[in-house]
């Protein structure tokens, strides 16, 4: 019998890795959800301690705030691979695959590579498992465990910088282990408040946490009580603070094909004639947020280069966030899941497109305040077509309906039980008569994204 050829072997090598792959991110899901944060560090500090503390090994830029965390982290990470430095990106939640959360510069981890960093640390989570357990404690959670791999493969790789998102919260969040040099703060409002607290100024208390001695905190635009908690926070352990609206901010702002531009007043200085390929106000805000980051990891003194600025801003995606995934009908996902997010949503809407018929596919969590966020976008919608995803946390669509026809009426709602009819029943809607309709997807990341796959979107 011959000897199997090259590409023999790195086929079964590719499913061999598939197989592997598949059972690491099932062990990994068995735990428990991302979402449930406990109030410790205790476990993923042990383990990062084991591991010899690899989150040292970089600097870090960190990121906390309510909506805009994932943009903001991408357009870093597009300024910084501009300026030559390689970048590690860790960001939540992902949109089709595990290993989107962690990025070398701006591509996603391989299945080689995290498996090697997964190998690396499981042994140690083993030992840390277990003493919790023997202590009463329960076992490492899904997302602390994502953020022990990312951390040892960023060290392992090197990188130069690492750009990383909170899962939910600040100070208690298993990315915390890490003392960032710089701490940007997106704006906050309400969202898991079963979490975090329940008015803004308890989950600003919590979000806080991620400003260290030493950082320069760059700081969104924020209500007044929460501006005090942050700069309280920054005077407490000797931080430097920087607010959008009174050290930097976004100077001009220009809706134009593709996206838009803009001119940032810096902490160094401005920065006109910028192009940014990403629609709405909110996106502009988190490049102006971005960008000051970029100045503050540099010291916060001095303009960067204007022509590597417009590079890297031009070249930015953020992928299920206002992105077009088709054309005629033109079909938009955007992953808004709570009330800032659907208010930031709409008013792009109003200001970037201008359909004839706009169809809202809308599936939205259990646990989300759905008819605030119906009542929000009503204005933008001609029609909504309710539904569900695939995870198990999403509201029914019958439920959903109900709600939607207090807010809409019974002749502008449709409930569709699946997903992929639903979006085929929007684009017929938009598409009647050939009055130039768009459809909207949107009300969850899980939605963004399985409509995404659904349209053949699975790039990031």
């Not at 982290?73 to 970048?87: A, F, Q, V, Y």
């Not at 947020?289 to 600025?309: K, N, S, T, Y």
């Amino acid at each position: 019998m011959p000897a199997p050829d090259a590409a023999q072997r790195e086929a079964a090598h590719n499913l061999e890795v598939i197989k592997a792959m598949r059972e690491a991110e099932d062990a990994i899901l068995a735990r428990a959800p991302e979402h449930d944060l406990q109030p410790s560090l205790d476990r993923i500090a042990a383990v990062m301690e084991l591991l010899g503390d690899p989150q040292r090994s970089y600097p870090v830029i960190h990121l906390t705030g309510t909506n805009g965390k994932t943009s903001t982290t991408r357009i870093i990470d597009s300024l910084l691979r501009e300026m030559g430095l390689k970048t590690g990106r860790f960001t939540s939640p992902h949109l089709h695959s595990v290993r989107e959360r962690i990025a070398f510069s701006g591509e996603p981890i391989s299945a080689e590579k995290f498996l090697a960093a997964y190998d690396d640390v499981l042994p140690v989570i083993e030992i840390v498992d277990a003493r919790s357990v023997a202590g009463g404690g329960p076992r490492m959670t899904y997302f602390e465990v994502l953020v022990a791999v990312a951390y040892a493969a960023f060290a392992d790789a090197p990188v130069d910088v690492a750009i990383v998102e909170v899962g939910l919260g600040g100070s208690w969040d298993a990315t915390n282990v890490a003392d960032g040099t710089v701490a940007v703060v997106t704006p906050i409002a309400l969202d898991h408040q079963h979490f975090l607290g329940n008015d803004v100024v308890d989950i600003a208390t919590e979000k806080s946490g991620i400003i260290k001695a030493g950082a320069l905190a760059v700081i969104g635009v924020q209500e007044t009580d929460v501006s005090q908690i942050l700069a309280d926070r920054a005077t407490e352990v000797g931080a430097r603070a920087a607010f959008e609206g009174n050290d930097f901010g976004l100077l001009t702002r220009d809706v134009g094909v593709g996206g838009q531009q803009i001119a940032i007043r810096g902490l160094g200085g401005d920065y006109e004639d910028l192009f940014l390929p990403l629609h709405g106000a909110h996106q502009a805000h988190n490049a102006t947020q971005a960008l000051v980051a970029v100045e503050a990891f540099f010291g916060g003194e001095q303009r960067l280069d204007p022509d590597i600025v417009r590079a890297g801003l031009a070249r930015v995606a953020s992928p299920g966030r206002l992105e077009i995934v088709r054309r005629s009908p033109t079909v938009i996902v955007d992953a808004a899941h709570n009330p800032a997010g659907a208010m930031a949503l709409r008013d792009a809407m109003e200001d970037s497109f201008n359909f004839a018929k706009i169809v809202g596919v809308i599936a939205i969590l259990k646990d989300k305040d759905a008819t605030e966020m119906l009542e929000i976008l009503e204005p933008v919608l001609d029609h909504v077509v309710v539904s569900r995803t695939t995870s198990p946390r999403a509201m029914r669509p019958d439920d959903l309906g109900e709600l939607a026809i207090e807010i809409f009426g019974e002749d502008r709602v449709t409930v569709v039980q699946d997903l992929p009819d639903a979006v085929d029943v929007a684009a017929g809607m938009a598409d009647e008569g050939g009055i130039g309709g768009g459809v909207l997807a949107t009300g969850s990341v899980t939605t963004a994204a399985e409509v995404r796959m659904l349209l053949g979107a699975t790039d990031v």
